[in-house]
């Protein structure tokens, strides 16, 4: 099982970028997927996810209107699409799957649950 995240890169605040995570070795029916970064000098933090469903989505207050999450469960992807990008926004990001969705702004990823390796976004000011 392996989740790939692409699509970071190098961009003027202001701009914007979508990262892509694609999901293979599994279906990932009824999982959360979603998204974490890790800023340097600072622990991994939520940032984004959504329902297998696509119903229900979840977002840091600090991305909220910028930060759209959405998937596409034919294709075991899910997208970040970052808009108005800040330079606080620079960090490597992750993708994961879970079984339990986010709750009280925090998202737990257990043992049993998947990571991919990260992404780097650099927003220079």
Do not use: H
Request: charged share 15%; proline share 5%.
């Amino acid at each position: 099982v392996q989740l790939q995240a692409y699509g970071g890169g190098l961009v003027q605040a202001g701009g914007f970028l979508r990262l892509s995570c694609a999901a293979s070795g599994r279906p990932f029916t009824s999982y959360t997927m979603g998204w974490f970064r890790q800023a340097p000098g600072k622990e991994r933090a939520f940032v984004a996810a959504i329902s297998w469903s696509g119903t229900n989505t979840y977002y840091q207050d600090s991305v909220k209107g910028r930060f759209t999450c959405s998937r596409d469960n034919a294709k075991n992807t899910v997208y970040l699409q970052m808009n108005s990008l800040k330079p606080e926004d620079t960090a490597v990001y992750y993708c994961a799957a879970a079984k339990s969705p986010p709750y009280g702004g925090r998202w737990y990823v257990g043992p049993n649950d998947y990571w991919g390796k990260g992404t780097q976004v650099t927003v220079s000011s």
